[in-house]
């Protein structure tokens, strides 16, 4: 099974709660009233789209229905995948790579979102593409994060740099650094502390670690990505903005929309936080865990098949 084929089943639970309500409730209605507007509007809201992206999407189909681009409830649906599509689409979701040197990605996010998880899997992900990957264990709060990270890299093959449990998250930072430099790694990873309640602590370590790593590598790190639990729905956005206070994050990554009805909240991260969604998770194998194509996600939660 492909990963598109593997998305459109892992968004079922989305799509009977979005897209199938959408067509049942397109049904009920010969012709466009204020009546099926507003259950429209219920719809996108109890999808986990959330209330200032439903409001965008609802002033977008009013203004299809003055300019007789909706003309019956038939043409809701391919109308709201056109904009949800757009929405979607909208600024750059690549992770970017660096010119020279090694790629870091630093990845952040709270305990019990996959964040462990999702390194080692971006771990598979690229050793399979044929790249030379190292991992760093700088989440030092945790020992379990340390074992964890251990035994993904044990499981994918990929030589971890690690210190004690409560040592300096940047000192695990420049020793990881100095060893990709010096190995000549393509892709290093390094996994940070997922502790939201501190959040002047977690600004100031992951400062503290921006510093040490980009005078060693120029431009690093070349992402800051920010996992989310997919099944904490609007919650998710709520953490990402507290995030974004407390770090600059370039990226999010999406886990466990297999698992949920709330996968809607793509759309609204990308609408309301113009935030790049630049991985997503639909499963627990290792190849469950993708780069995020817009269409191809549009495509998946209408139900339709990807384009060849």
Do not use: C
């Amino acid at each position: 099974m492909g990963f598109f084929d593997r998305l459109k089943k892992g968004l079922t639970k989305t799509r009977e709660n979005l897209t199938n309500k959408i067509e049942k409730l397109v049904i009920g209605y010969a012709d466009i009233d204020d009546e099926l507007l507003d259950e429209l509007e219920e719809t996108l809201i109890m999808a986990d789209v959330g209330i200032e992206t439903t409001e965008r999407l609802m002033t977008a189909v009013r203004k299809g229905i003055k300019k007789k681009e909706i003309n019956s409830p038939d043409d809701l649906r391919p109308f709201l995948q056109k904009e949800i599509t757009a929405i979607l689409s909208e600024g750059e979701n690549e992770t970017h790579v660096a010119e020279e040197g090694p790629t870091v990605l630093l990845v952040i996010g709270v305990n019990g979102a996959g964040k462990t998880t999702t390194i080692g899997k971006l771990a598979a992900y690229y050793k399979d593409a044929g790249k030379k990957v190292l991992l760093a264990a700088a989440d030092t709060f945790r020992a379990a994060a340390i074992d964890q990270l251990e035994s993904w890299g044990e499981h994918t093959g990929v030589p971890v740099i690690k210190h004690e449990e409560g040592a300096d998250p940047a000192a695990v930072a420049f020793d990881a650094v100095k060893a990709a430099k010096a190995r000549d790694v393509d892709v290093l990873i390094i996994d940070t502390a997922g502790r939201l309640q501190t959040k002047s602590n977690l600004m100031q370590e992951l400062e503290k670690i921006n510093r040490v790593i980009g005078r060693e590598i120029k431009g690093a790190p070349h992402e800051t990505l920010l996992v989310l639990d997919a099944t904490t729905g609007q919650n998710a956005v709520s953490q990402a903005e507290l995030f974004t206070k407390a770090a600059p994050i370039t990226g999010v990554v999406l886990t466990k929309l297999d698992g949920t009805a709330k996968g809607g909240v793509v759309i609204g991260i990308k609408s309301r936080l113009k935030m790049p969604v630049k991985w997503i998770g639909v499963g627990e194998s290792v190849e469950d865990l993708r780069p995020f194509d817009a269409e191809d996600f549009a495509r998946a939660l209408f139900g339709m098949e990807k384009e060849t």
